[in-house]
């Protein structure tokens, strides 16, 4: 029973720390994108956000996962 809850935590540990660093990361680079070409600030905004929804994906599988991996406590 402790190494399976053990290792829910650390998935999704993981997944959240990989998933915040990422979005951090895709953030960062569009405002300064959005800063130097505000004329093309709606495409970057629509790509920023896409690609920030993808990258949650894995966050949502990471769970899906805890969640299995908790119900055979």
Not at 12 to 33: D, P, T, Y
Request: proline share 1%; net charge positive; aromatic share 6%.
């Amino acid at each position: 029973m402790g190494i399976i809850a053990i290792s829910v935590a650390i998935v999704m540990g993981m997944a959240a720390l990989g998933v915040g660093i990422g979005q951090g990361f895709v953030a960062s680079n569009a405002l300064q994108g959005m800063s130097r070409q505000p004329e093309i600030s709606g495409k970057i905004m629509t790509t920023m956000i896409v690609g920030m929804a993808i990258m949650e994906t894995a966050l949502v599988f990471a769970f899906v996962i805890a969640i299995l991996l908790f119900g055979k406590l």
